[in-house]
């Protein structure tokens, strides 16, 4: 049995997330306290994203999709601007992650894949939904068919 997500919810609290650990990449706390905090909180959100992702890849027929894309689409576009942050020079508390580059070079990237994957869907969702309305079913097709025949015979 599926359990139901709150999207809403889980994406407000991961901007929360990401906007603390912005935060703390622009201050200096003490790195033996804070660096490993950091790199798990990051590793975290990586999850969790990755985990909403594929829940809005899978449910086609959820309700409010879009705007679940929408939001998801704008949380990885921040948590690739965190990412890009902890990998800069300009970022005080960046030079204290270092030994952990390569990963955020990995997940960077796959965030930016992701971003760009969300941002297909979203368009394609869109597409589908012009399309859904611009069907005539077949019933009204002979509804209206039906109608021309009638106004046909005297």
């Not at 139901?4 to 935060?23: P, V």
């Not at 790199?39 to 899978?58: A, G, H, K, M, V």
């Not at 005539?136 to 046909?152: F, G, I, K, T």
Request: charged share 35%; hydrophobic share 40%.
């Amino acid at each position: 049995m599926s359990a139901r997500i709150n999207y809403e919810d889980n994406l407000l609290f991961i901007d929360a997330l990401i906007k603390g650990l912005s935060t703390g990449l622009n201050l200096q706390p003490d790195a033996e306290m804070f660096r490993d905090k950091m790199i798990e909180d990051i590793i975290f959100l990586d999850r969790t994203l990755n985990r909403l992702c594929e829940s809005l890849r899978e449910n086609i027929y959820l309700i409010r999709r879009a705007e679940f894309l929408r939001s998801v689409g704008k949380a990885e576009r921040r948590f690739v601007g965190l990412l890009e942050e902890a990998l800069s020079d300009s970022a005080p508390f960046a030079d204290n992650l270092t030994p952990f580059r390569q990963k955020l070079e990995d997940l960077l990237t796959r965030h930016r894949r992701v971003v760009a994957e969300v941002q297909g869907l979203l368009e394609a969702e869109t597409n589908d939904d012009a399309e859904a309305e611009d069907l005539v079913s077949q019933d009204e097709y002979r509804l209206l068919l039906a109608e021309e025949d009638n106004e046909e015979k005297p």
